[in-house]
């Protein structure tokens, strides 16, 4: 399995449009695809710092959905939300 995560830093009046569109994001993915699931980090000492983790089967699946406009909307409402701070893919170790 392979993942990535994005950290992003919120403006502190954007932080429930952001936790909605978590949740729009978790709903819209296809669920024939490889995605195994994602999860939501907040940084306890630091407000509005997020790590949004997400899972896939395959490396081949989840370039393909970097290829979506999904994948690309959810890149253009952190810009508006807040901003990137890093990008991260890594490899999972199957037990």
Same mark, same amino acid.
């Given at each position: 399995? &392979?993942?990535?995560?994005?950290?992003?830093?919120?403006?502190?009046?954007?932080?429930?449009?952001?936790?909605?569109?978590? $949740?729009?994001?978790?709903?819209? &993915?296809?669920?024939?695809?490889? !995605?195994?699931?994602? &999860?939501? !980090?907040?940084?306890?000492?630091?407000?509005?710092? !997020?790590?949004? %983790? $997400?899972?896939?089967? %395959?490396?081949?699946?989840?370039? @393909?959905?970097?290829?979506?406009?999904?994948?690309? @909307?959810? +890149?253009? @409402?952190?810009?508006?939300?807040?901003?990137?701070?890093?990008?991260?893919? !890594? %490899? +999972?170790? $199957? $037990?």
């Amino acid at each position: 399995m &392979v993942g990535f995560e994005i950290l992003v830093k919120l403006k502190p009046e954007k932080r429930f449009e952001f936790l909605q569109t978590f $949740e729009l994001m978790h709903i819209c &993915v296809d669920k024939k695809s490889d !995605f195994v699931g994602q &999860v939501l !980090f907040e940084k306890i000492s630091e407000p509005n710092c !997020f790590l949004w %983790t $997400e899972d896939w089967k %395959t490396g081949e699946s989840l370039e @393909a959905y970097r290829q979506t406009d999904q994948y690309r @909307a959810l +890149l253009g @409402a952190i810009e508006v939300l807040g901003a990137l701070i890093n990008i991260r893919t !890594f %490899t +999972l170790k $199957e $037990e």
